[in-house]
């Protein structure tokens, strides 16, 4: 059995469960969401601080130039790859 073929198997799997009731759908919360549900995390707050300012856009953040900013040597995506 290859990879992709299991894969697809769990997928219909997935989509049998539910359809049948028997799991349900995980909510998509947002960055923010979630930073404000783990209030201790500061690598929630940080990311999500700088996604917010970067208009909610990553590779914003990932080019940020305000290197005045107490956050940017923390902000995240530094290293992510623009294509
Ligand atoms: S590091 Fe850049 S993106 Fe993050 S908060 Fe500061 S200015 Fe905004």
Request: charge should be positive; aromatic fraction near 8%; proline fraction near 4%.
């Amino acid at each position: 059995m290859t990879v992709n073929s299991k894969l697809n198997q769990g997928l219909k799997e997935y989509h049998r469960k539910l359809k049948a009731g028997e799991i349900k759908r995980a909510k998509r919360i947002s960055l923010i969401e979630k930073s404000k549900q783990s209030p201790g995390s500061f690598r929630l707050a940080i990311n999500s601080k700088c996604y917010e300012c970067s208009g909610f856009v990553k590779v914003d953040v990932t080019n940020c130039e305000i290197d005045e900013c107490p956050l940017y040597r923390h902000r995240p995506w530094q290293n992510t790859v623009n294509s």
